[in-house]
């Protein structure tokens, strides 16, 4: 799509392209392209009125009190339901559910020291239990099940006309993407809040550096890098007693059905910035990565991905979870005339020399919540009391498909293009749940291309 477009209308074009599989994505994405941008370097890379910027006080607005639930009991469910009352007065968290008790028991203590006590009957146990959860009579809920889980649940919250804080990614494969498309469209003419755990998009470097580079001062987009190389992430071996699907949600972290493979999972962070700030998403993926070190799983240790764009733009994608190497989390965009990079916040022309930085002395000022994991939900309570209908779940859910066409690139060697990947049956999602066996021969690290042949 032509970085021409403006945000509404590519976030309903997207949408169009998630609920319209049976009349054939493709001829929807060829219908949507346009030529190369014709903006002067002297022109603002977008117009005030076709970019969401958030506003960002320190508390939520008071008003309407709120009933929440969790779905997804563990550690990030456990951390956004904490952000949540911190970022809000007024909110009382009256249901909770997950595939395990004991994850509900951790939660269910960790919120009495905090004077909220969820009553016995409104925790719920089972993969049925995010249907028990917004049943219960919620308001707003927060999703952080492991992500092949969330299109369904976001799915059901907005068909019940309940809010929705998803955790992202928010699909790790092709249906999952189409569903959460079609989703976000309901929720929108719902009027409904629908934040997603992007949280660059509200921590406040972030947010100033977008603004700059939506004004014009790196000029039109030319290129960028993106990286999140960290050391290993955490593994669960299994224990007597566990089934394989018990084994797996608890290691899910490391499985490629239940997380799309860190490239989605963690790196769609570095991805979705790329894409927020320029207003474009990929049209081909080329890549490779490998597994070297990883305990458990099926995943690979490492992506090297090329991302290229309609206009020719070229995004180079790197991520690693392997320790003892060099690390880098960050982002880098350049521009006809400077470049941008969040390692220091700062805009640089073409020569280095400094433009722009972000003014943290003066942030520090004006404002004293700066963890943009509290903002992101003052933002979400903000849209909801005020009855504004607010949804990210387009935006990211473009970033998750990004991740997952990269992740394909590697996985078979071959160029993975959007209106493919867009269009394609692929479906993570077992058959069967139930804390059962599994067939375990088919979750197997992925091996790209052929072996040489005499």
């Known amino acids: 799509m032509?970085?021409?477009?403006?945000?509404?209308?590519?976030?309903?074009?997207?949408?169009?392209?998630?609920?319209?599989?049976?009349i054939g994505v493709p001829a929807i994405v060829s219908a949507c392209k346009g030529g190369s941008s014709s903006k002067s370097a002297n022109e603002p890379l977008r117009q005030p009125d076709e970019y969401y910027v958030p506003d960002l006080p320190d508390k939520a607005i008071e008003g309407k009190a709120l009933k929440a639930g969790v779905i997804g009991c563990?550690?990030?469910?456990?951390?956004?339901?904490?952000?949540?009352?911190?970022?809000?007065?007024?909110?009382?968290?009256?249901?909770?559910?997950?595939?395990?008790?004991?994850?509900?028991?951790?939660?269910?203590?960790?919120?009495?020291?905090?004077?909220?006590?969820?009553?016995?009957d409104h925790c719920f146990v089972g993969f049925d239990a995010y249907?028990?959860?917004?049943?219960?009579?919620?308001?707003?809920?927060?999703?952080?099940?492991?992500?092949?889980?969330?299109?369904?649940?976001?799915?059901?919250?907005?068909?019940?006309g309940v809010h929705s804080f998803l955790e992202k990614p928010i699909a790790?494969?092709?249906?999952?993407?189409?569903?959460?498309?079609?989703?976000?469209?309901?929720?929108?003419?719902?009027?409904?809040?629908?934040v997603t755990g992007t949280q660059r998009h509200h921590q406040r470097e972030y947010v100033e550096s977008f603004k700059k580079i939506q004004e014009g001062m790196i000029g039109r987009i030319t290129g960028g890098n993106v990286y999140w190389n960290q050391g290993m992430l955490w593994y669960r071996n299994r224990e007597k007693g566990w089934s394989d699907m018990e084994w797996m949600i608890r290691d899910w972290v490391n499985w490629k059905w239940l997380s799309g493979d860190h490239i989605v999972e963690q790196h769609v962070h570095n991805i979705d910035v790329f894409l927020w700030m320029t207003g474009m998403h990929p049209v081909a993926a080329t890549g490779f990565g490998s597994r070297q070190r990883r305990i458990?799983?099926?995943?690979?240790?490492?992506?090297?991905?090329?991302?290229?764009?309609?206009?020719g733009v070229h995004l180079h994608s790197m991520c690693r979870q392997i320790d003892g190497c060099s690390n880098n989390v960050s982002e880098f965009i350049q521009g006809t005339k400077g470049?941008?990079?969040?390692?220091?916040?700062?805009?640089?022309d073409l020569d280095g020399n400094e433009l722009w930085k972000y003014d943290k002395e003066a942030a520090q000022a004006e404002f004293k919540q700066f963890n943009p994991y509290?903002?992101?939900?003052?933002?979400?309570?903000?849209?909801?009391?005020?009855?504004?209908?607010?949804?990210?779940?387009?935006?990211?859910?473009?970033?998750?498909?990004?991740?997952?066409?990269?992740?394909?690139?590697?996985?078979?060697?071959?160029?993975?293009?959007?209106?493919?990947?867009?269009?394609?049956?692929?479906?993570?999602?077992?058959?069967k749940l139930e804390l059962g066996p599994m067939d375990m021969s088919k979750y197997t690290v992925p091996v790209p291309g052929e072996a040489h042949k005499e």
């Open 172 to 194: 790790v494969d092709p249906k999952g993407y189409r569903t959460i498309m079609a989703a976000a469209k309901q929720a929108e003419s719902k009027g409904l809040s629908v």
């Open 131 to 160: 249907q028990k959860v917004i049943d219960s009579g919620v308001d707003m809920v927060i999703i952080a099940t492991p992500p092949v889980f969330r299109p369904v649940h976001f799915q059901y919250a907005t068909s019940k």
């Open 339 to 348: 470049s941008w990079n969040s390692q220091d916040f700062t805009i640089r």
């Open 74 to 120: 563990g550690g990030r469910g456990s951390g956004a339901v904490e952000n949540l009352l911190e970022a809000a007065d007024g909110i009382t968290v009256t249901a909770l559910g997950d595939v395990f008790q004991d994850r509900i028991d951790s939660l269910k203590g960790k919120l009495k020291e905090k004077g909220q006590e969820v009553a016995d």
């Open 296 to 311: 458990t799983g099926d995943q690979y240790d490492n992506f090297s991905i090329d991302f290229e764009f309609e206009n």
């Open 2 to 22: 032509s970085n021409k477009m403006n945000r509404r209308n590519f976030l309903t074009t997207s949408s169009l392209l998630g609920a319209a599989g049976l």
């Open 374 to 431: 509290v903002l992101e939900h003052v933002d979400w309570v903000n849209h909801i009391r005020k009855g504004d209908a607010h949804v990210e779940a387009g935006e990211t859910g473009i970033s998750s498909l990004a991740g997952v066409m990269g992740r394909e690139a590697a996985y078979t060697g071959k160029t993975v293009k959007w209106d493919e990947i867009s269009a394609s049956e692929l479906d993570y999602m077992p058959e």
